[in-house]
């Protein structure tokens, strides 16, 4: 999704360094922030929870997208 924004933005604005710079900052400062709480989290909590966790989270988001997105699917072969 982040590329995808890069290349709309590159195209509606045609001036690749600034949207370069500033998707490169956001990808480093979300990884920094990512491996920042990452790191204090699993000082309190085990890493096999946080990955039982994280995939039930995963989980529940595909389940929800595909409650969206099943009825356009169905209705789409019906027709």
Same mark, same amino acid.
Not at 8 to 12: F, P, Q
Not at 64 to 68: E, I, M, P, T
């Given at each position: 999704k982040t590329q995808l924004a890069v290349f709309? =933005? @590159?195209?509606?604005y045609k001036? $690749?360094?600034?949207?370069? #710079? /500033?998707a490169?900052?956001?990808l480093i400062l979300v990884t920094l922030i990512g491996t920042v +709480?990452?790191? =204090? @989290?699993?000082k309190y909590i085990p890493a096999n929870y #946080?990955? +039982? /966790?994280v /995939?039930? =989270?995963? #989980?529940g988001i595909g389940i +929800? @997208? #595909?409650? *969206?997105a099943l $009825? *356009?699917?169905l209705s789409s072969f019906i027709k």
């Open positions: 709309t =933005l @590159v195209s509606n001036n $690749p360094i600034p949207i370069f #710079l /500033g490169s900052a956001a +709480f990452g790191h =204090l @989290v699993t #946080l990955q +039982f /966790g /995939g039930l =989270l995963f #989980l +929800f @997208v #595909l409650k *969206d $009825p *356009d699917i």
